[in-house]
């Protein structure tokens, strides 16, 4: 018995320096979610944020689909590919029965950026086309320390796709086989 608590403290330990030597911060909480744009680092104006949010709530209001827009100052050493999709679950973003949410996430001391996108709009937005959203909408932008104008063609170019495929958003569960 005194074995297996021995090597139940061993492993305990082990799983928590993993954790310190790759960097990773056990604390990392999704922050609380405040509107459609969420700055936590600060990078917006109060102007520029209203002006997201009225484009995000406008696709809401004649979509149905939700999308929102997070900026921190770091993930803390985890993925930013995990980071955004436990934010986006956590935060419930898209219909429920829809699944048809998106969230920008931008880490800007890590330089990293992410568009997690719901299952119910993977066919219309999938990883090679939010790659290449990144790549063409806003990281050009960014370059240039416009952050605002990046997230704001990045976030029209996507509700343009959401809305001109509007009839094919959502994976619409089946209720009936539940």
């Keep these: 018995m005194k074995k297996l608590s021995y090597l ?25 979610l405040i509107g459609y744009v969420n ?15 009225t484009i995000l709530k406008d696709l809401e209001k004649t979509v149905g689909s939700q999308m929102a827009i997070l900026i921190i100052d770091s993930t803390k ?10 934010v986006a679950n956590a935060w ?3 219909r429920k029965d829809y699944d048809d949410g998106v969230l920008i996430t931008v880490a800007v001391k890590d330089r990293r950026l992410r568009i997690e996108v719901g299952f119910g709009l993977e066919k219309i937005i999938p990883n090679d086309l939010a790659k290449n959203i990144i790549e063409e909408n806003i990281v050009p932008y960014f370059k240039k320390d416009e952050f605002y104008l990046g997230l704001f063609n990045g976030t029209k170019r996507i509700i343009k796709i959401i809305k001109e495929n509007k009839n094919n958003t959502g994976a619409r569960k089946n209720l009936s086989l539940l």
Aim: hydrophobic share 40%; glycine share 10%.
């Design 8 to 32: 139940l403290i061993l492993l305990l330990f082990s799983f928590c320096l993993s954790f310190s030597v790759y960097g990773l911060d056990m604390s990392n909480e999704v922050p609380k």
């Design 39 to 53: 700055d936590f680092y600060g990078l917006l104006e109060k102007e520029q944020i209203h002006q997201l949010t």
């Design 77 to 86: 050493g985890e993925p930013i590919e995990e980071y955004s999709l436990r």
């Design 92 to 94: 419930g973003i898209g």
